[in-house]
């Protein structure tokens, strides 16, 4: 039977995620994180980069970043301009060393240099907001207190018919909250992981892939040619 966008209830809707969840799983196992990273700093700092760049560009540019500055306190006193330089591949390297350095001095001096676990002193580090947050929270920490909202899940969401409240899929903060409502909070980090992995693969934003797609059965998205 056809899925429609409109006349689902809220607890279909909760019941058809499930399924997409278990899909999920089945086609893409126990995917995590694409940043490559050792400790909760590292991963602060390639999510930081990440923002409007690739993972992949990220992963190029951390191996000689992380070996030249090794804690929060490199980063705090490091030379703004070579910063600058180390992270200029990734773009807006200005804003992101600012936001870099910012955060390891606020890190160096109210946390004695450890990269807190709670969402109210994470979003308090400059350049860091709820996305930032959810990255380090669920990936690094184990703790799902949200769910990460990038392009992909954004997207994916919407053709999913997984979010109602907003009609732009770009409002990260209200497709957020509707996924909290309808995803299981255990597979809140996974969740998102394995949709950004089901939005580079198949469902991307120049072409969705229906008639490869393991979640063909439950979107109300799907055309087969
Ligand atoms: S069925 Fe099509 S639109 Fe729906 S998630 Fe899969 S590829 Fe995307």
Do not use: I, L, P
């Given at each position: 039977m056809a899925v429609s966008k409109t006349d689902e209830s809220l607890a279909e809707r909760k019941r058809?995620?499930?399924r997409i969840l278990s899909s999920l799983r089945k086609t893409y196992g126990d995917v995590d994180c694409a940043l490559h990273h050792s400790n909760a700093l590292e991963l602060l700092i390639a999510t930081i980069l990440s923002a409007q760049s690739?993972?992949?560009?990220?992963?190029k540019v951390t191996p000689d970043l992380f070996r030249t500055?090794?804690?929060a306190a490199d980063f705090a006193v490091a030379d703004r301009e070579a910063l600058e330089q180390a992270v200029h591949s990734t773009g807006f390297?200005?804003?992101k060393a600012k936001s870099i350095q910012g955060a390891c001095r606020l890190i160096e001096e109210q946390h004695?240099?450890?990269v807190p676990a709670r969402m109210d002193q994470l979003v308090e580090l400059p350049g860091v907001a709820r996305k930032t947050a959810n990255v380090v929270l669920g990936t690094w920490y184990g703790r799902n207190e949200g769910i990460v909202v990038d392009t992909h899940v954004g997207r994916l969401s919407e053709r999913l018919g997984l979010t109602w409240s907003s009609k732009d899929a770009?409002?990260?903060v209200k497709i957020e909250s509707d996924l909290m409502q309808v995803v299981p909070k255990a597979s809140w980090t996974y969740?998102?992981?394995a949709l950004i992995h089901h939005g580079r693969q198949v469902c991307t934003a120049r072409k969705a892939r229906c008639s490869e797609c393991s979640l063909l059965r439950n979107c109300p998205s799907a055309k087969l040619e």
């Open positions: 058809r995620t499930r690739t993972d992949v560009n990220v992963n500055y090794r804690s390297f200005r804003q004695a240099g450890e770009k409002d990260a969740f998102s992981h």
